[in-house]
C-alpha cells in the first residue's frame, strides 16, 4: 500500500467491524435469521432488557465441524445455526466476527422499529384516513417534506422517507392517541435520534440508555403489537445497539 508520503509499506489490514443488512448478519454469522446473529439469546427473551453472552468463534466453529461430520448435534440445532460449514472469517487474525457486527440503522431502525412496527401500530390505534388527514393537516416550511397525500399512497419507502416522517410523527399523534401511544412513540424516536449522533459522549450515552431503559419499563408484550408481529426481536437489536456504543 502506497502511503501519503510516498512510501509502499506491507500492510495487514485487520478486521473490526462488518457492516451488512440483516439477512447477511445472519449468514455471517451462521446462523438462522430467527436468532441474533451476536450473541445466545434465545427466541422468547428478544423483548428482554438484559445482556447475554456472545457466540464463540471457537465453540461455533467446533458445532458446525461436528455437524459437517456426524449431521447431528443439538447444540447446532439450540444455538440456531446454519448449514455455512466454512465461514470466510475462520482464519482471520486478531478477530471476533460476532464483535464486529454492527447495528444497521437504516434496515433495523428506521425501517424496521420505527416504519414496520411503530407506524404500524399506530395506524392500528388511529386509523388510516386519520393518519393521512394529520399528515396532509402539517403546517409547510422550508425544508421540512410535507405529505400532501398523505403516506397511504407511498409505494416505495426510502430511508430519506423515514427520516421525514419522524421529524413530525409525535407532534402529529398528539391528540389523536392516548399518552401510553405518545410515550413510547417519543422514547423509541429519541433512541433512533441518539443512535445517528457522529460523535457520541458520555451524557448523550447515558440519554440513549435511558430512552431505552423508561421504554421497558413501560413496554408491555401486549402493549406493541401491529400486522407484521410484536416489538421483540427488534427490541433486542435495540439492546444490542445500545451496549455497542
Not at 508520503?5 to 478486521?15: A, D, K, T
Not at 464483535?99 to 401500530?121: E, M, R, S
Amino acid at each position: 500500500m502506497i502511503c501519503a508520503n510516498g512510501c509502499v509499506r506491507q500492510v495487514h489490514p485487520i478486521l473490526a467491524a462488518y457492516i451488512a443488512d440483516f439477512p447477511e448478519q445472519c449468514l455471517v454469522g451462521c446462523n438462522k435469521e430467527s436468532q441474533c446473529p451476536r450473541c445466545l439469546v434465545k427466541s422468547k427473551d428478544h423483548g428482554e432488557l438484559k445482556e447475554c453472552t456472545y457466540h464463540s468463534m471457537v465453540d461455533t466453529l467446533k458445532t458446525l465441524w461436528r455437524r459437517k461430520i456426524n449431521k447431528q448435534s443439538q447444540k447446532f440445532n439450540t444455538e440456531g445455526l446454519g448449514e455455512v460449514y466454512e465461514p470466510f472469517w475462520k482464519d482471520l487474525p486478531f478477530t471476533d466476527i460476532f464483535a464486529c457486527i454492527t447495528p444497521n440503522i437504516l434496515h433495523q431502525l428506521h425501517k424496521g422499529i420505527f416504519h414496520d412496527h411503530l407506524v404500524q401500530w399506530c395506524l392500528g390505534v388511529i386509523g388510516e384516513k386519520e393518519m393521512d388527514a394529520r399528515f396532509w393537516a402539517m403546517g409547510q416550511y422550508p425544508g421540512l417534506h410535507h405529505f400532501k397525500k398523505g403516506i397511504s399512497v407511498v409505494s416505495q419507502w426510502t430511508g430519506t422517507k423515514h427520516r421525514e416522517m419522524q421529524r413530525v410523527f409525535v407532534g402529529l399523534l398528539s391528540g389523536a392517541s392516548e399518552n401510553n401511544v405518545l410515550l413510547m412513540a417519543r422514547l423509541l424516536l429519541n433512541f433512533i435520534y441518539y443512535t445517528q449522533f457522529q460523535q457520541q459522549k458520555d451524557k448523550t450515552l447515558v440519554a440513549m440508555q435511558d430512552s431505552l431503559n423508561m421504554f421497558h419499563a413501560a413496554w408491555h408484550p401486549r402493549t406493541l403489537q401491529c400486522p407484521q408481529g410484536p416489538l421483540a426481536p427488534p427490541l433486542h437489536l435495540f439492546n444490542l445497539s445500545a451496549w455497542q456504543c
